[in-house]
């Protein structure tokens, strides 16, 4: 009954499949943060994928979970491009994190949210991509994140609290709560339901991070400064704290009026 059965047979006549055992690399892009990436495979955020940050309001500290690794590739030289950010960055703030905001442009889409994106994360020119976008499809997410994976960047994308119901290929999706709580909605190659809470000792996610980091600046309010001449501004700080005009990271042409893209307008 309580006999011993060797497996090695029915290996050998193929009646029993062994599974390949892969330890996750250690990841190139930690969180900063100890407690986060002590939940996530390999010890960092997804590599040339989408990871999705769902904040309860706007306000929490959302993006100071970003700062730790945006510092680390700014300070490698790789260029970092926000697409449609709902407010203005502050650039006092950003140098106190130790972000080179020479590598920081920012991308005001005319509504093209999703284009953007897609167009920054195929480039290959980016070291990750941020971006705001508050309605998107399926369709819409799985374009994002193919382009993520073909351009070799992480991508991330802020999106309300409700998108938590809407089924995503995103590889990570974190909700953010107050007081620095962090829930793992979705981890590819992890476990969901972690949740955990960044602490002082850290890169501290509080809602004065994110109140210092942006300053309220409406979409509208930056249109009227001149951006609807362009499609896509695409702008790059100066260390006086004044934008610099287009950049020619990448090009970004105008869509045209023939097509419908997954955004819903002309591509």
């Not at 006092?92 to 005001?108: E, I, K, S, Y």
């Not at 073909?150 to 999706?173: D, E, K, N």
Request: charged letters at 20%; hydrophobic letters at 40%; a positive charge.
């Amino acid at each position: 009954m309580n006999a011993v059965v060797s497996l090695e047979p029915l290996l050998a006549s193929r009646q029993l499949w062994r599974g390949q055992v892969s330890a996750n690399a250690p990841a190139r892009l930690p969180t900063g943060f100890a407690a986060l990436d002590a939940v996530l495979p390999g010890g960092g955020w997804p590599e040339a994928a989408l990871s999705e940050l769902l904040p309860d309001l706007d306000g929490l500290g959302e993006l100071s979970l970003l700062l730790p690794a945006l510092v680390r590739l700014t300070a490698a030289g790789r260029e970092i491009v926000w697409v449609d950010p709902p407010y203005r960055p502050c650039l006092p703030a950003l140098l106190r994190a130790g972000l080179d905001p020479t590598r920081l442009h920012l991308v005001d889409s005319g509504g093209e949210t999703a284009w953007a994106l897609e167009q920054c994360l195929r480039s290959q020119a980016c070291g990750a991509v941020v971006g705001w976008l508050p309605r998107a499809d399926d369709r819409c997410l799985r374009r994002l994140q193919v382009a993520a994976e073909t351009g070799q960047a992480p991508g991330f994308l802020f999106r309300p609290p409700t998108a938590v119901r809407q089924p995503s290929p995103a590889a990570l999706r974190l909700q953010v709560a107050a007081g620095g709580r962090v829930r793992v909605v979705k981890c590819r190659g992890g476990r969901a339901g972690d949740e955990i809470r960044v602490t002082s000792g850290e890169e501290r996610v509080t809602s004065e991070g994110a109140r210092g980091a942006a300053t309220h600046h409406s979409r509208a309010a930056r249109r009227a400064e001149g951006a609807t001449r362009f499609p896509f501004l695409v702008s790059r700080f100066s260390p006086a704290g004044e934008t610099t005009g287009i950049s020619a990271l990448f090009p970004l042409a105008r869509p045209a009026e023939g097509g419908v893209s997954h955004a819903g307008k002309g591509i």
